[in-house]
């Protein structure tokens, strides 16, 4: 294996029982399961956000969520990149790409000691840190009983890995083109190594 296309989703973009599939085994949220019934597991390495779905259906399901979904502006995704920018040389990870939308999040990643559900956390916490050392945290108008703040993002996330350097130029080349595709400006971050097969 060379590395990792890892994807997660901001709160409330992608739920665990959206008709075109996720990556959830099931819905653990009980209002969730309610709008909008059990998990839609897929096993697949290629994107279904283009599938026909009907949209009315996960609008309604959308609407069962606790907080408002969040939506990161240029500013918050800059406040994010500064926190993964933070943790990767604290724990020895090469990004080869990088695109954080407003409201999901990819990075092709090297190779790693930790296992992809691990490193999703990882990166997770700290695009989190990043948004709380710049005062950004997306939530910070929901805090919870306890005073904490609900987490800007989605359970879990997608982790592919990719074995060949084919399989890591045609995911790097993907994620480089997301913000342009979605008609954003191009991203460039600091912390992106080129890649070298």
């Known amino acids: 294996m060379l590395g990792w296309h890892l994807i997660f989703s901001a709160y409330g ?3 665990p029982n959206d008709e075109r599939g996720s990556g959830s085994s099931r819905v653990r ?3 969730i399961y309610e ?3 059990d998990a839609t597991t897929v096993n697949t390495r290629h994107s279904v956000a283009r599938k026909p779905h009907d949209v009315r259906l996960r609008l309604l399901a959308k609407e069962s969520l606790k907080y408002p979904p969040v939506k990161l502006s240029g500013v918050q995704a800059r406040a994010v990149a500064r926190g993964i920018a933070a943790v990767i040389p604290k724990v020895g990870l090469v990004v080869y790409a990088c695109a954080i939308m ?3 999040v990819h990075l092709v990643v090297s190779r790693h000691r930790l296992d992809g559900d691990e490193l999703l956390a ?3 916490r700290a695009g989190t ?3 709380n ?3 950004l945290h997306p939530m910070r108008e929901c805090p919870r009983a306890n005073g904490r703040l609900p987490s800007p993002w989605g359970g879990g996330g997608g982790k592919v ?3 060949t350097k084919e399989d890591m130029l045609s995911r790097i080349r993907y994620v480089e083109r997301n913000p342009v595709v979605a008609g954003l400006k191009a991203q460039r971050w600091s912390f992106v190594a080129p890649f070298v097969a």
Request: hydrophobic share 40%; net charge negative; glycine share 16%.
């Open 29 to 31: 949220a009980q209002h």
């Open 129 to 131: 840190r990043g948004l």
């Open 122 to 124: 990882c990166i997770k």
């Open 133 to 135: 050392e710049e005062g």
């Open 35 to 37: 709008a909008g019934g």
């Open 161 to 163: 890995m990719l074995f």
């Open 102 to 104: 407003p409201d999901h």
């Open 13 to 15: 973009f992608w739920l």
